[in-house]
Nanobody, 120 residues
Framework: QVQLVESGGGLVQPGGSLRLSCAAS????????MGWHRQAPGKERELVAG???????NYAEFVKGRFTISRDNVKNTVTLQMNSLKPEDTAVYYC??????????????WGQGTQVTVSS
């Protein structure tokens, strides 16, 4: 009964910005890693950015300097601030989280995805 729900996707012009948010809900004991992946039509899903429970981040090379990932461990949310967007950023963006249901069981959960389209 654990769910991830993304929001904030939409249409933006090249060079513009979008802010994606993801909220986890349900019977959650804790959340370790959280992150964002994306999938463009005809391509495989790829990592965009990740963040640990302690706030350590990692980014794909193609978004470094443009995107920023952050999280709120109280609200169980993760955010992706996307700046200087390019047409090649167009994809469905998925929220991902490793959610612990108790001290010994966890699951790798995915949101339903939110569409980001960068076009003039």
């Amino acid at each position: 009964q654990v769910q991830l729900v993304e929001s904030g996707g939409g249409l933006v012009q090249p060079g513009g910005s979008l802010r994606l948010s993801c909220a986890a809900s349900g019977s959650i004991f804790s959340i370790s890693d959280m992150g964002w992946h994306r999938q463009a039509p005809g391509k495989e899903r790829e990592l965009v950015a990740g963040i640990t429970s302690g706030g350590r981040t990692n980014y794909a090379e193609f978004v470094k300097g443009r995107f920023t990932i952050s999280r709120d461990n109280v609200k169980n949310t993760v955010t992706l601030q996307m700046n200087s967007l390019k047409p090649e950023d167009t994809a469905v963006y998925y929220c991902n989280a490793r959610i612990w249901l108790n001290t010994f069981r966890n699951q790798n959960s995915w949101g339903q995805g939110t569409q980001v389209t960068v076009s003039s």
